[in-house]
Every structure is written in C-alpha cells, then in structure tokens.
C-alpha cells in the first residue's frame, strides 16, 4: 500500500486518527502541488459538462471537519470554475424545531443531487453521530442506531445513480489553535469566530473517537470515506481534487448522441 492509499481505508479497517499524520504531503511542495490542483480543476470541469449533458449520473461530495478544518477553503478552491448551474452546496446548520420533529434524515434527503448534478455537503448527516453524540443532544441508544441506518441511506442513493464520496479534513489540535487564533487577530475574520467553538476546541479527544467510530462504521465500498492530510492547505485542496477527478473519470459521463440528421440541418436566415 503507498502512504498516499493510507488515507482511503478499506472498509472494514478499524480508524485511530493517531495513525493519520494532517502534515502529509507525498513528495510535492507548495508550488508543485497549487500547479497540480489548477491542472486537475481543468479535468473537472470537463467531467462536469459532460455529467450534467448526460443526465443520468450524479455526485454526492460530504465534507465534514473540526471548526478550522477548512471546509469552506477547500469547496471555494476545487468549485472554482465550474458551471454553476451543474452544482451546489447545502451547509447544514443546527436542526431547525421542524427540523428536530422528524427523523434526522428527513432534512437531508431533499439536498441530494439529482441527476447530472453535483452536490456538495457541508456538514451533512454526520453531524448526528459527531455533535450530536459528544453532547448527548439524543440517548446513547438512538445515535447508535444511527451507523447502520447512514448506511441503508446512502445505499438506496448509490443504487439509485449517485456517486458518494466522503471526506473527513484532518488537522491538529495545535493547527486548530493557531487558526482560532488567526480569526481573532484579523478583524476580516471575526465574522467566522464563535465563542461557542472553543468548548468544541477543548472536547477535541471526544470529537476525534466520534469521528473515528463514524468512519470506522460507515466507510463502504459504495461510500468511502478519506482522511485528508489538512494541515497544509494547499494539499489538502490537491488530494481532494485528485479524488473527485478520478471519481468522475471512473463514473465517464459522456455527451448524449446527437440528434438524427442534425448534418443536413441549415439554420434558416
Ligand atoms: P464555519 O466553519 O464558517 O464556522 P460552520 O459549518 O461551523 O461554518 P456554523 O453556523 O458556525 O457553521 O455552525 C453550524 C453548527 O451547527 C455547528 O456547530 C454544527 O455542529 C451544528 N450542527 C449541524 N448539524 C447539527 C445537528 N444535526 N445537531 C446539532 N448541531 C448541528
Ligand atoms: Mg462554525
């Protein structure tokens, strides 16, 4: 196995995020890497047109990560350049009280892409076995059931034509001090600051064996997760656009035959 497959676990692998290093970054450096990312954003746009003129595939992109972890970052940078007609984000927030009435996929299911369209979570369904389970919001036993029905969920979406990729941004603890940090140094960055994220900061160890459980129980062939290596913003940004390029090159949307007789066609003046 190359260190860089490391991060894509087969399914089945128990996860300890001690054995994930977030500073990983193959051989490149930051200049070969923002090279290798422009090249590979070019491939995706292409795929792109051609998931959205077939129209019988589509994409599923989760995003999850500790506060810092660059989720925003890596969706402005991968997107860029893409038709925006052919994709969109959800960012799933706290649970509105409609929301709480009602089974936690409820409010999911209506965000996943259709077909010819990417979509992209940030934050998704796992919240309900990460926040939700570190704060005991629900009893033991109700985030537990949880795993396994994830799983029944994003099979039904991957037997019905959605690719599902899943991608958990890994930093450090110390990495995650130093950005808190950044945003409230720079008044720019105040907006993204909450005090509400320090005692998420300080419950760290908790968030990690959360997360470690969630990949661990819902990494599937039809839905793997990845670690991404998130220290290093600029690899992150390359290993997740590496993935989603050879996700849509495996998936090969092609154009849709032309029309019969489109050769003898004459536009009329
Ligand atoms: P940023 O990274 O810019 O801060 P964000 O995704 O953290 O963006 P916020 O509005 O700061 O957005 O936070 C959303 C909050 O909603 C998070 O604290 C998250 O844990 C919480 N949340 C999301 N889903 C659920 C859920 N199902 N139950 C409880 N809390 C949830
Ligand atoms: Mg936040």
Request: charged share 30%; glycine share 6%.
């Amino acid at each position: 196995m190359s260190k860089k497959d490391h991060f894509a676990p087969k399914p089945g692998t128990p996860i300890d995020l001690n054995d994930y290093d977030p500073d990983f970054h193959e051989d490149y450096d930051k200049s070969s890497g923002r090279e290798a990312v422009d090249r590979l954003q070019e491939q995706i746009q292409d795929w792109q047109e051609r998931l959205y003129a077939e129209g019988k595939q589509s994409l599923l992109i989760v995003f999850q990560a500790m506060d810092t972890g660059g989720k925003d970052g890596v969706i402005k940078k991968v997107f860029s350049g893409i038709n925006p007609a052919g994709v969109y984000v959800k960012s799933f927030k706290a649970p509105t009280p409609e929301d709480l009435a009602h089974d936690f996929l409820w409010r999911v299911h209506p965000h996943v892409p259709g077909k010819g369209y990417i979509g992209i979570f940030n934050r998704s369904h796992y919240e309900d076995v990460l926040v939700v389970r570190v704060n005991n919001l629900v009893p033991k036993e109700v985030w537990q059931a949880r795993y396994d029905h994830i799983n029944a969920f994003e099979r039904l979406l991957a037997d019905s034509g959605t690719r599902i990729l899943k991608f958990y941004l890994h930093i450090s603890k110390d990495e995650q001090k130093e950005r808190l940090q950044a945003r409230l140094d720079n008044p720019d960055k105040h907006w993204k600051f909450s005090i509400g994220d320090l005692p998420v900061h300080e419950r760290w160890n908790d968030y990690m064996d959360a997360y470690a459980d969630a990949i661990t129980r819902c990494n599937t062939e039809y839905a793997p997760w990845y670690i991404v290596p998130a220290n290093h913003k600029w690899y992150r940004d390359l290993f997740v656009t590496r993935v989603i390029c050879d996700t849509l090159e495996a998936m090969n949307p092609q154009y849709p035959p032309p029309e019969a007789g489109l050769d003898e066609v004459v536009i009329p003046d």
